[in-house]
């Protein structure tokens, strides 16, 4: 199970994805695909964190990363990251991302942001549309019987 480390914060993670204190129950495996660069920070525990890089050796080299308490791992955008505890006890981490440490370019936020908020929200309305011409085409046996005319309630559900 994962969990904010302070409960307080929980509000403030809904925009910020990740970002925070967590903690990850024993026997329990977090995959997280960031969308922007950012710091895992191992803050108690062990952790084994994959990162699916190209295998080039043994250990740290071949995409496996073992963290203890204090050490912190960077990770580009778009990598999908696995996160283990090692040890018996709950691993608590931090993710920060990149935006917080790094300022944002201008061109970034006057257009980058707006197109990736246009892709977003046309993929939305496209499936919206989509799901409501399937919920119309079953529905359509409903008010259409036989020959072409509608249905009144009494020849539906006959006394």
């Not at 707006?114 to 046309?122: E, K, Q, V, Y």
């Amino acid at each position: 199970m994962l969990s904010p480390c302070n409960p307080k914060l929980q509000q403030s993670f809904s925009a910020a994805g990740l970002a925070g204190c967590w903690k990850l129950a024993p026997g329990r495996v977090l995959g997280v695909r960031p969308r922007t660069e950012g710091v895992l920070l191992i803050t108690q525990g062990e952790a084994w964190v994959t990162l699916n890089e190209r295998p080039r050796g043994h250990g740290n080299e071949s995409g496996d990363h073992f963290l203890q308490a204090g050490q912190q791992l960077s990770v580009r955008a778009g990598r999908h990251l696995v996160i283990e505890s090692m040890d018996r006890a709950p691993l608590q981490f931090e993710w920060t991302p990149a935006a917080r440490w790094m300022p944002r370019s201008r061109w970034d936020e006057a257009v980058r942001q707006p197109l990736r908020d246009l892709h977003r929200a046309g993929w939305l309305a496209g499936s919206a549309l989509l799901r409501l011409l399937l919920g119309l085409a079953g529905y359509s046996e409903y008010l259409v019987a036989g020959r072409g005319r509608t249905l009144s309630p009494h020849e539906v559900n006959p006394p």
